[in-house]
C-alpha cells in the first residue's frame, strides 16, 4: 500500500503518553493516506505490544542513540512522501491537522515544510479531548526564512512540522553530531531548499510530566556554540547576520556566566566574543554576577526561552 503522510514518533519509555500521542493520529479525518511509525529507541517499557495493539509500524533501536538518530530512522522507512514529526509526549489537539498540512505541501510544490504555531501546555493531570474540525486556519508563506533563522528560531520543535521526505533525505536529516539544538540546525539547512509555510493555529498539545527531558541551560548553551560554529559562514555572511553572531555570542557569556558554566571543553574557536571572553573569564564574571547587574539581567531576560532556569540555577 502507498501511503502518502508518514508521522514517526521517536519514543524511550513514556508508554501511556505515547498512546495519547497515537490515538490523536487515529482520530485525523483525512483523504490521505497516513501510517504511523514508532521508534523505539531502546525502552524498557513494552512498545512493541502497544504499536501491535494499534497496528502502529515498530522499529526498534538496538541501542540506545537518540531521539534525533531515531527520527532518521523512522524517516529512512518511512513510505510517505511526506513526514510528520510528532514527540511522544506530544499530540494532536485538533483532528484535521495532517489534512491541512498535506493539502498545503500538495498545492504549493515548491514548499518544503509546514510548521504550526507554539505546542499548547497541559499539565498531567487534565484530560484533554481532541477538538473536532475548526475552521481552516490562515496559514502564509514566510519571507526570507533562512534570514529570520539566523535571528531566532522561530520554529522550535519537531513536533508538529511536515516536511517533504526528499527534501529531508537529500540534507541527510537530523545532524546526531550536534549536542542539542538539532532542531535549529535542520531548520536552517531545510530553508535553503524552498519555501517554508506558517500554519497561525496551535495544533499541537505537549504534555507536562515528571519524566521529560529536561531544557537545561547548560543544552542551550552548548547547542547553540555548536550551531553558531557549524554555520560560521552563514553567520558571517553579512553585516546583518553577523549582527546576529554576535547577539547569541553575547547571550552564550551571559548565561554560561550566571550558571558557571565552564566552555572550554566546547568547541568555540571560530566566535571572536566567546574567545575574548574565555581570555578575560574571571573579570567579566565577577562584572555579571555583580548584584546589581544580576538583578538588571534577571528583570531583562527572566522571561525569555534562551535563559529559562538560568536565574533558578
Known amino acids: 500500500m502507498s501511503f502518502d503522510v508518514s508521522v514517526v514518533i521517536p519514543v524511550f519509555n513514556r508508554i501511556n503518553l505515547l498512546k495519547m500521542a497515537i490515538e490523536s493520529i487515529l482520530v485525523q479525518k483525512t483523504d490521505f493516506n497516513v501510517e504511523i511509525i514508532v521508534v523505539d529507541d531502546h525502552s524498557t517499557d513494552d512498545i512493541e505490544a502497544v504499536c501491535k495493539s494499534y497496528s502502529c509500524r515498530y522499529i526498534l533501536n538496538n541501542n540506545q542513540k537518540g531521539a534525533n538518530h531515531a527520527r532518521n530512522l523512522g524517516v529512512k522507512n518511512a513510505f510517505g512522501r511526506f513526514i510528520t514529526f510528532l514527540d511522544s509526549d506530544d499530540f494532536f489537539i485538533t483532528n484535521n491537522v495532517i489534512q491541512l498540512q498535506a493539502d498545503t505541501m500538495t498545492r504549493d510544490s515548491e514548499i518544503v515544510m509546514i510548521y504550526p504555531d507554539k505546542r499548547e501546555v497541559f499539565n498531567e493531570e487534565n484530560s484533554v479531548e481532541i477538538k473536532n474540525t475548526q475552521a481552516e486556519p490562515v496559514i502564509h508563506l514566510i ?7 539566523l535571528r531566532i528560531d522561530f520554529i522550535g520543535s519537531y513536533s508538529g512540522v511536515m516536511v517533504k521526505k526528499c527534501k529531508f533525505e537529500s540534507i541527510e536529516g537530523c545532524d546526531v553530531t550536534l549536542p542539542a539544538r538539532q532542531d535549529w540546525d535542520l531548520w536552517l539547512r531545510m530553508s535553503r531548499l524552498g519555501k517554508i509555510a506558517h500554519c497561525k493555529a496551535q495544533l499541537i498539545g ?108
Not at 143 to 149: A, E, G, H, R, T
Not at 282 to 308: A, E, G, M, Q, V
Open 143 to 149: 519571507s526570507d526564512p533562512q534570514k529570520k533563522l
Open 206 to 313: 505537549y504534555r507536562c510530566h515528571q519524566n521529560q527531558i529536561s531544557k537545561l541551560p547548560v543544552n542551550k548553551i552548548v547547542g547553540t556554540l555548536a550551531i553558531l560554529n557549524k554555520h560560521y559562514e552563514l553567520f558571517s555572511s553579512s553585516i546583518l547576520t553577523d549582527f546576529w553572531k554576535q547577539i547569541h555570542s553575547i547571550k552564550i557569556i551571559l548565561a554560561a556566566s550566571l550558571c558557571s558554566i565552564d566552555m572550554r571543553e566546547s568547541e568555540f574557536s571560530r566566535l571572536p566574543l566567546i574567545q575574548k571572553y574565555m581570555k578575560k573569564k574571571k573579570s567579566i564574571d565577577h562584572t555579571i554576577n555583580n548584584k546589581i547587574s544580576k538583578k538588571l539581567l534577571r528583570i531583562c531576560f527572566n522571561h525569555s526561552y534562551f535563559f529559562k532556569g538560568v536565574f533558578d540555577s
